[in-house]
């Protein structure tokens, strides 16, 4: 036996080998996420990172934010941080939006090693449903992708910030692209983008971006494809991007319906029809997970606010920057419950019967993802002091969910959280960027032997 993977243990008279315990790769992708989230809090809190004095909490805070791609802070970003602070959150920005296991493959492959079965697997479950797809093709589609997108993006953002220096005008047009693509919702100005409400290049570029960012590799790769030159016809989609793109447009454009319906003569009073319309647009695009906003978010009514808590829910696509329980989880839960009704067995959509197991799987994210924001509802609602009584309800269901799904829209409760709400809230954003079966799976045994219980009936209904 090789004595790396083997041990030689005494079996009563004779010598038995038995087998090392293999690490799990996805409780490393957990350790990699804690271990960048300390570094970056580490080195937010040296001196040359920060102006003034930042207690630690805040700042592994924001570097959690970050990370987890998330964008809620309860400091200024802007003005907290130095240049070499600013470039720290960068990196963990970019980091965080491309993942750990894009990062690390990418180093390995640079140092001319091949990464293991293990970790190319993990890697490979992070962009696609896909197992026969090498490693290195998937970095070199996404990366390139991600830095010519993000390039394109600050020198659009490089011409509108006409009021800036040329150094700093470089520096937060790159920071705004990186921040935007990753649906990170980061800015350096004091009010996200609310200066730039009826900027019009500015608004689109962020709205490109943020749903580039949160559309997912494998529906990115299908469109780009979609149409064949050499033959003059369109290719095949999979389902999964026909029902990806598809939901996530119907989400937008039902959101845009439903936030100018609903601040015609409040958010949006005023205003003209065109101002509307871009306001509007912008919040329905970047809501959902971008976390970036041109509007006053706490002045908005009642309605819009639970509405925007239900599509930052949703959140975006799987294998992209964005959070929450993703538009295909949506979906499959919103086709089990239609394909219920009409008397079905199966879960049927444009032809096609979905797995059972895929079926079984959006279930159990839906579930965990309602008790994870119930019970982190729950923990603030106890260790939170309110102002005013006000709609402190909603303020706290719009942070959880806002943290859950990675999108960093507040009521402006961040910067009011005690430091135990500071805590509840950084375990929320890294459960909502790993996903709760992700963490579930990393420390759990897989069960080969399935047991079943005689059968007895209940009422319901």
């Known amino acids: 036996m090789h004595p790396s993977r083997y041990q030689r243990v005494k079996f009563g008279d004779s010598v038995l080998p038995k087998k090392k315990k293999q690490v799990n790769p ?5 350790i990699g996420y804690l271990s960048l989230i300390l570094l970056g809090s580490l080195l937010l809190y040296m001196p040359f990172s920060h102006n003034g004095y930042i ?6 805070f924001t570097s959690t934010s970050a990370v987890c791609v998330t964008g809620l802070s309860t400091i200024n970003i802007g003005s907290s941080f130095t240049a070499i602070g600013d470039s720290i959150l960068m990196v963990l920005m970019q980091a965080g939006g491309l993942g750990i296991m894009t990062i690390s493959t990418f180093l390995i492959l640079l140092a001319g090693m091949r990464p293991g079965f293990n970790h190319e697997s993990v890697l490979l479950s992070s962009f696609t449903q896909e197992g026969n797809i090498d490693g290195k093709k998937i970095l070199m589609a996404v990366l390139p992708f991600t830095f010519i997108l993000e390039i394109i993006g600050a020198v659009f953002y490089f011409t509108q910030f006409k009021n800036l220096e040329l150094g700093p005008r470089i520096f937060t047009a790159a920071f705004q692209a990186i921040s935007s693509f990753c649906n990170v919702g980061f800015t350096l100005f004091p009010d996200s983008l609310m200066q730039f409400q009826f900027n019009p290049i500015l608004n689109v570029t962020t709205c ?11 529906a990115v790769a299908e469109l780009q494809y979609l149409f064949n030159f050499k033959s003059h016809t369109f290719r095949k989609m999979s389902l999964h991007t026909r029902v990806a793109t598809g939901f996530t447009f119907i989400v937008i454009l039902i959101s845009i319906l439903f936030f100018t319906v609903t601040e015609w003569n409040h958010g949006l009073e005023g205003l003209s029809f065109g101002q509307k319309l871009l306001s509007s647009s912008f919040m329905a695009f970047t809501s959902r997970t971008a976390g970036l906003n041109t509007i006053d978010v706490p002045s908005l009514c009642y309605g819009s606010l639970f509405f925007f808590v239900i599509i930052m829910f949703i959140g975006a696509n799987p294998g992209s920057c964005g959070g929450g329980i993703k538009t295909t989880t949506a979906a499959v839960i919103f086709l089990l419950g239609f394909n219920r009704i009409l008397g079905r067995k199966k879960t049927q959509v444009l032809g096609r019967s979905l797995p059972e197991e895929t079926v079984d799987k959006a279930v159990r994210i839906f579930v965990v993802a309602i008790v994870m ?9 106890q260790t939170e002091t309110p102002k005013s009584d006000n709609g402190f309800f909603l303020k706290v269901v719009f942070e959880v969910v806002s943290a ?11 910067s009011d959280l005690s430091d135990l709400g500071r805590i509840v809230v950084c375990i929320v954003m890294f459960i909502g960027r790993m996903g709760p079966l992700f963490l579930i799976s990393a420390v759990s045994k897989k069960n080969e032997i399935d047991t079943w219980y005689a059968e007895e009936d209940i009422m319901v209904g």
């Open 26 to 30: 996805i409780m490393l992708v957990v």
């Open 404 to 414: 859950y799904s990675t999108c960093g829209l507040s009521m402006g409760l961040t």
């Open 373 to 381: 924001v119930t019970l982190a509802t729950l923990v603030l609602l």
């Open 208 to 218: 490109v971006l943020a749903l580039a960012g949160g559309f997912g590799f494998l």
């Open 55 to 60: 207690p630690y909490i805040d700042l592994l």
